[in-house]
Structure formats: C-alpha cells, structure tokens
C-alpha cells in the first residue's frame, strides 16, 4: 500500500494514499475503538450541510476564494449523493465533544476538494480543512447543530410510522366495536368493555405520543451555530454569524433558528433530553399495548384467547405447533432498550461542565439509536402484527357471560352486601350470576336483561340493539 505522510500537533503519520480522510481522522480511528460500528449516515449528511452551509457563507462575505468555495460545496454534494461515505472512519463512541467526527468531515471534504482542484489529496496549502473547510466554526457548534439536524431528520420517519400505526389501531377500534369482553383490573375480572374501545383508547394514547415528540423536535431546530467555541462566536465574522442559519435552512430545506443566547445553546443538551423522554413515553405505550395483545392472544387454549395474532413464525424447536407472539416481543425489548438510553442520555447531559458538555457523543449514539429502532419496531408492529389481529367474538362474550364481574351492574339495584353475596355463591357453586339472581326472585328477567345487557354496559344509557342502530346509522 501507498502512503502519503501528514502532520498534525502531535506529530507525522503514514495516511493510505487513496483515502480521503487525514491524520486527525487516523488518530481517531486508533483511539476510540469502541462499538466498531460506523457513523450514522443522517449525521454525516447533516455534517455536509453544515460545511457546505459555511462555504457559501464565507465565500458570500469575500473570506473564502469562490474556487476553493465550490470545491467544497461540490464535495459536500457528493457526500450528500451517499459518496465517500465509507471515509468517515471515526467512532460513534469517542472523547473530544465530537472534534474527532468534526475534523473527519474536514479532512474528507477538504482532501476531496483538492482533488477536484487538480490537486494531490494532503496537500494543503490548497484546501486546508482548518482555515478553510472549518472557516468560522467550532466542533462546539457544529457537532450539536449536526446532531439536531440528524434527529429531525430521523424524527419524521419515526412520525410517519407512528401516523400509520395510528391509522391501524383505528381501524381495528371501529371493526372490533360490536365485540363484547370482558375488562380487567389488577389481572382481575371487573366490568364489561368493548375490544373496539380498548383499541380507540391506544390510539388515542399513539396521538398523544405524535404531539408530544412534535413538541420536542421544535426543540430541536434552535441552533448555536455562530457561538464557536463557548458560543461567544470567537474568530465568526460578524456578517457571518448573520447568515449562517438562515444559509443552513435554505441548502438543507429544513426551518432552523438561531439560538438567542448561543451561549446556553452552546453549554447545554436539554433539547436532546426532552426528545429522549418523548421517545421513551412513546416506546413505554407501545410496550404497555404489546403487554395487552400477548395477553389477550394468550393460549390459546389455557390462556384468554380472546384475539388472535397473526402467526409469524414456528415459535418453539421442541413443542411442535407452537406459535409465539414474537412482534409484540421484539417491540418490548426495543422499549427496554430505549428506557435504558434515555438514562444514558439524561446522565451525559447533566455531566457537562461550564463552557461546555463533552459527552454529545454518546447523546447522539444512543438518541439516534432510540430513534432508528423505534421507528422498525413499529413499522414491523403495523405490518406483521396490528393489522392482521382478528377478534374471538365467541370466546370473549362466553367470558363476560360467565364471569362474576357483571355483579357490579347488578349492584345498584339488589344493594352492594347482596351483590357480594350472589357473587361470592356463584365462585363457589359455578353457576352465573344471572340464574343465581332469577333463582333467588331478586330480579325480573326483563328487568334483568336490560340491566346485563353487556352493551349497555359499555356505554350507559344506550341499549345494545341502539349502539348497532347508532353504529350502523353512522
């Protein structure tokens, strides 16, 4: 292998000839071999906005040659375009606050620059990735602004696929609404409720979830891009530090603002905190309703058995026909994990000291990690799980029927002692509360029927026979 020999302030290395990137990229790579994955390919995209942002900008205010300006900005294109990629050799996991991830930027975008300048990669003195491709930037602002960018960018899909779960849960709330079952309380029989209003109820609790992290994502289009190094914007041109969000939102199409004080924006990662937390209420709903469906598909034959799940896949090597309910599995163990980044993410944020908080790097691993995951496990929730559930009517009406839980709707009329009487019987003897109560004279059966009319139940002052009318009607 050919090499070519650069220097940095700790002194030469041997770079590979053919690679982009450069000494403070290799020492990186050596230092910090931590996960062995790659960048995440949204960050490096969002670096190269952030540069080519900064080209436009300095070379509009006369501190960048036009030439080198369009190099840049074209080597920031081919970034974008998905090319040198595999440059970016840094962990997602290193010391430094990200000046590592920065300077691999730098060197990439700078070395690329060159070559497209009709220059030799290393050299320079033509494109320089500090005085040139870092021209009024700091890793302090471009790191944190790079890792917003990201997490909008990643946000939207995760909302696109929560939107479509959303849409699912309706659907299933409107085609299981006539289905009676039985409701439980502490893992106990209580009163009746609609397996259409149990599903309603989670997508009323996924719409929240959507509103909550719309929320947090404005959070995340405030920017201390300017403030450099301590967000006092040392060595930024004071035209600069004018244009270079707004530059940022046009070459990004996306709506960024300029922190008012670039100082709090510089020394502070509670925006990433707060959208940390609206993923983990999220993954924690999502991880409660997963919960229901395993436990209302249980069985089937020893368990409720009240719905069905569609079968994925052979769910044991020794217990021939069995079938696990493997999404709603995989969809907890993603909130599990998501829980535990979220301390991880809180705990790096509240680490930082003064100026600064040297820890984005693990924020950003873990964040986009919470994010990307999230987002598959629903879309896998959707496609393989929620829509194809269907209901056990039977089953779940000969539940309602023969549970004990309906006394409480008798309650009212026969007084609370008689009702824990008629119930405690009917645990004890197996015979329902309805012939307990018609044996007893407590009741007439017309008046019995209307009171245990389990729609009714469901929605007081509407009879079964009206809900359907109702339904149908609408």
């Not at 900064?54 to 974008?80: F, P, W």
């Not at 709903?285 to 089937?300: C, E, H, Q, V």
């Not at 930082?352 to 691993?365: M, R, S, T």
């Amino acid at each position: 292998m050919d090499y070519r020999v650069e220097k940095d302030s700790i002194g030469k290395k041997n770079v590979p000839e053919d690679v982009y990137y450069g000494v403070q990229s290799l020492r990186a790579a050596e230092n910090f071999h931590i996960t062995g994955l790659n960048m995440h390919p949204e960050i490096i995209n969002s670096l190269a906005y952030i540069k080519k942002a900064a080209a436009i900008t300095n070379c509009e205010i006369g501190l960048l040659d036009k030439k080198v300006a369009q190099a840049i900005v074209q080597a920031c294109d081919e970034i974008l375009a998905g090319e040198l990629h595999r440059d970016f050799i840094v962990d997602p996991i290193q010391g430094g606050a990200g000046t590592s991830l920065n300077m691999n930027a730098n060197e990439v975008i700078a070395n690329r620059a060159i070559e497209l300048l009709g220059g030799q990669k290393g050299d320079y003195s033509i494109v320089n990735p500090n005085d040139h491709v870092n021209c009024g930037q700091s890793t302090n602002d471009v790191i944190p602004t790079a890792g917003k960018m990201t997490s909008l960018r990643l946000l939207k899909n995760l909302k696109k696929e929560l939107l479509r779960l959303h849409k699912a849960l309706t659907a299933k709330a409107s085609e299981f609404n006539h289905v009676i079952k039985m409701g439980r309380t502490q893992m106990q029989d209580a009163v009746p409720i609609r397996l259409g209003q149990e599903f309603h109820a989670y997508s009323v609790a996924i719409m929240r979830d959507i509103r909550r992290m719309d929320k947090a994502m404005d959070e995340m289009r405030t920017l201390n891009m300017g403030g450099t190094a301590v967000g006092t914007g040392i060595n930024a041109d004071e035209v600069y530090l004018k244009r270079i969000v707004p530059n940022l939102s046009e070459v990004s199409d996306m709506d960024f603002v300029q922190a008012f004080d670039l100082i709090d924006a510089t020394q502070n990662l509670d925006p990433f905190v707060s959208v940390s937390g609206a993923i983990k209420a999220c993954a924690v709903t999502l991880s409660k309703i997963a919960n229901d469906l395993r436990l209302m598909s249980s069985g089937p034959r020893a368990g409720f058995n009240e719905i069905n799940l569609p079968a994925k896949q052979n769910g044991s090597s020794i217990m021939p026909g069995k079938v696990n309910p493997v999404i709603p599995e995989v969809v907890n163990q993603v909130a599990f994990n998501i829980i535990g980044n979220d301390v991880t993410i809180t705990m790096a944020a509240e680490a930082g000291q003064l100026e600064l908080n040297a820890f984005e790097p693990i924020v950003f691993y873990c964040l986009f990690q919470s994010i990307d995951t999230l987002a598959y496990a629903v879309q896998t929730f959707v496609d393989n799980c929620v829509s194809g559930i269907t209901a056990n009517e039977t089953r779940c009406r000969y539940l309602v029927e023969n549970s004990v839980g309906i006394i409480t709707a008798i309650c009212p009329h026969v007084g609370y002692q008689k009702a824990a009487d008629i119930a405690k019987k009917a645990l004890q003897t197996g015979e329902s509360v309805r012939s307990l109560i018609l044996a007893e004279g407590l009741l007439a059966e017309d008046e019995l029927d209307k009171i245990l009319d389990p729609i009714h139940m469901t929605e007081p002052g509407i009879s079964g026979k009206e809900l359907l009318l109702k339904k149908t009607e609408e």
